[in-house]
């Protein structure tokens, strides 16, 4: 396989695309937890598991009761957001998925581009 002079520009690309996500993701993940991770958005939290639990159709020992509201819920388990919980516990496997994934999109670009600009060039 013979390489183009230009072929350098393609692991550059990916380790810039590769550092752009990893920063993202942590000064994402920092904003959101500052956001989430404090008194009053836990108190916001409790009264929606609170208007869950009134809206899920079952008393505290587990009979039935009559619905609140429009629709039937589920009262949410966890005593923290599920963006919390996300974040802090799987951000691991945040950032893995989000390198896949952008691996995966990043390959598949190459080889359109390179596909596209050798048409005319014989190997």
Do not use: C
């Given at each position: 396989?013979?390489?183009?002079?230009?072929?350098?520009?393609?692991?550059?690309?990916?380790?810039?695309?590769?550092?752009?996500?990893?920063?993202?993701?942590?000064?994402?993940?920092?904003?959101?937890?500052?956001?989430?991770?404090?008194?009053?958005?836990?108190?916001q939290w409790q009264?929606?598991?609170?208007?869950?639990?009134?809206?899920?159709?079952?008393?505290?020992?587990?009979?039935?009761?009559?619905?609140?509201?429009?629709?039937?819920?589920?009262?949410?388990?966890?005593?923290?957001?599920?963006?919390?919980?996300?974040?802090?516990?799987?951000?691991?496997?945040?950032?893995?998925?989000?390198?896949?994934?952008?691996?995966?999109?990043?390959?598949?670009?190459?080889?359109?581009?390179?596909?596209?600009?050798?048409?005319?060039?014989?190997?």
């Amino acid at each position: 396989m013979k390489f183009a002079r230009t072929d350098w520009i393609w692991p550059g690309l990916y380790a810039v695309m590769l550092a752009g996500i990893f920063w993202g993701l942590h000064v994402l993940r920092q904003q959101m937890l500052e956001q989430l991770d404090n008194p009053q958005a836990q108190a916001q939290w409790q009264a929606w598991r609170e208007t869950a639990a009134r809206q899920s159709g079952k008393d505290a020992s587990g009979h039935e009761q009559p619905v609140e509201g429009p629709v039937q819920r589920r009262q949410p388990r966890s005593s923290e957001p599920p963006t919390v919980v996300l974040l802090r516990d799987h951000f691991l496997l945040l950032q893995v998925a989000a390198v896949v994934f952008s691996s995966v999109f990043f390959g598949f670009f190459v080889l359109v581009t390179r596909g596209l600009t050798r048409q005319g060039v014989r190997a």
